[in-house]
């Protein structure tokens, strides 16, 4: 290892070096520990009874190598600080942890599976001008083999259950909840005591690898949460590991989250090239595509607050480890989830950015879904709530997340936002989607709005699948998985997401009606999308130059989605460039130009 890098926060191999490495037999311990008095290790291989570990390099550094280990067995590290106390705790580089509430660290050997997606990783981009429809879920919450709260499918018979659902329901990215170990249910990954330790919930290390290989062998990407400023408080986990604040803020000031969890000092080398190579692991160990960075507000800004100001060293770390990982693969998505305003966080980092490809697009999802709460009669006064984005959409590549933070914790799921009653939220849903469709930006999707979820999401249970069994939800269903197929196949919605001349307000005037009506094109082909998000049915003629035929390309309003059409309407040759349409409340239109 590059000891120089690892204190000054410049690598991102560090778990090459640390942790526990297996050969013929023989696995050697090491862990980073500068203020410990002592440090033992034991587990499996030794019937848990303590051996000394012994200083290395600098002093900073403890190992032991012990034959007769085996992949699978368990071991931990017992820590005794400058008085003598004694702590055990988990490996913070440790590749495999045992079930919560246990915590004792696993032997696993990284090269034991072999990939077989090398076509997939050739042609892999970051799609920006490709489409992007990410699927978000929970693992352990998408289906259950029984309805026991720690009841759960493996990694391996998830492949089998949840890639054929993918493909045939139009998505193309995974984006799965974090799936480093972590000890409380209830924190859904986002405070975690395994940074390099693919939870144990589900299976082994080489059974993930086995899911993400398959994934790409339908070709289908998987992108992970990984959570750059905050770790969970446990004992035996990163908290006060040698004894001192070695992972995190010695203040409780800046040192504790909003969350109650411990915030990573981000000044520290030691932490910056743990933090790189963590990223680093799951990209070039696991596959994985993307990672989706959460809370990042709080790194740009001290505990998240811009009164506070900006912290330069976390933004110091973010541009460092984005520079890094994209010249590594540059291919892989990097995503932040940020709900500033904070500028240039999509710019590349050599013009001053912090070279994430994508943000959330926040305000975004507070705008739509708060128009969509709100009555129809006030839905004029609100009118330019849906025309806002585009004020600023060009400052950021944006993504637009529909995701599990928007159907928990008292907010109701997508389709129980829409106004009104059981009846008339269905057809507000198709209308809202198609919107989100149609605009610029990539597409997030979080399980179960996909067909009407009623119920706010809990991580114990697994979705309401037998909602499908009435008309009106698997009709959302069908309605959904032809948006996302259209969506897929038809560059206008995609390949021109970030440039000004992919969309085009047609008319954002209509107050009083609640109409509005954009365009969106590609090289090859021009899609207009007009929408109707009053109460009342509408009439409106379209305005089309160079063209002299429309097809309605997906009608949100058609019977065998719960609406009122038997069939699409015929395409039209067009008078003068002219079309009138009758648009049902609260619908939907997509036309393709010929």
Known sequence: MDFYGFYTGKIFDAYHYLGAHINNGTTMFRTFAPAASRITVFGDFNHWQEWDMHKVSDGNFWELSIPGTKEGMMYKYCIYDKSGNRVEHC??????????????SVIRNLHSYSFHDHEWLASRTDCRKKPLNIYELHFGSFKKPSEKADSWYTYKEMAEILIPYIKNNGYNY??????????????????????FSPTSRYGTADQLKYF????????????????????????YGLAQYDGTALYEYPHSAVGVSEWGSCNFMHSRGEVRSFLQSAANYWIKEFHIDGLRMDAISRAIYWQGDPARGVNLNAVEFLQYMNRGLKEMYPSVILAAEDSTSFPKVTDPV?????????????????????????????????????????????????????????????KAT??????????????????????????????????????GQLREWDEKREQDWMLLDYPIHSGFARFMKDLNEIYLSHSALWEKDYQADGFRWIDCHQEQTCV?????????????????????????????????????????????????LKRRRPARKLTAGRYQTELPPFSAVYYIAE
């Open 174 to 195: 995974l984006e799965i909840m974090p799936l480093n170990e972590y000890p409380c249910d209830e924190s859904w990954g986002y405070q975690a005591t395994g940074f």
């Open 414 to 451: 997508i389709l129980q936002k829409m106004h009104g009653d059981y009846d008339n939220k269905f057809p507000q849903a198709r209308a809202l989607y198609m919107y989100m469709y149609a605009h610029p930006g990539k597409k997030l999707n979080f399980m179960g709005n996909e067909f």
């Open 212 to 235: 993400v290989d398959r994934c790409h062998q339908n070709n289908i990407g998987v992108i992970m949460d990984f959570v750059p400023v905050h770790f969970a408080v446990d004992s």
């Open 91 to 104: 490996d913070p580089y440790g590749f495999g942890m045992e079930l919560r509430p246990a915590f004792a």
């Open 516 to 564: 509005y009506v954009f365009e969106r094109n590609s090289q090859k082909e021009r899609i207009t999308a007009v929408f109707n998000f009053s109460d009342r049915p509408q009439t409106y003629e379209l305005k089309f130059s160079g063209c002299q035929k429309i097809e309605e390309l997906l009608n949100s309003d058609l019977e065998i989605y719960g609406g009122s």
């Open 350 to 410: 050599s013009q001053g950015g912090l070279g994430f490809d994508y943000k959330w697009d926040m305000g975004w999802m507070n705008d739509t879904l708060n128009y969509f709460r709100t009555g129809p009669e006030y839905r004029s006064a609100n009118y330019h709530k849906l025309t806002f984005s585009m004020m600023y959409y060009y400052d950021a590549r944006f993504l637009l997340p529909l995701s599990h933070d928007e159907v928990v914790h008292g």
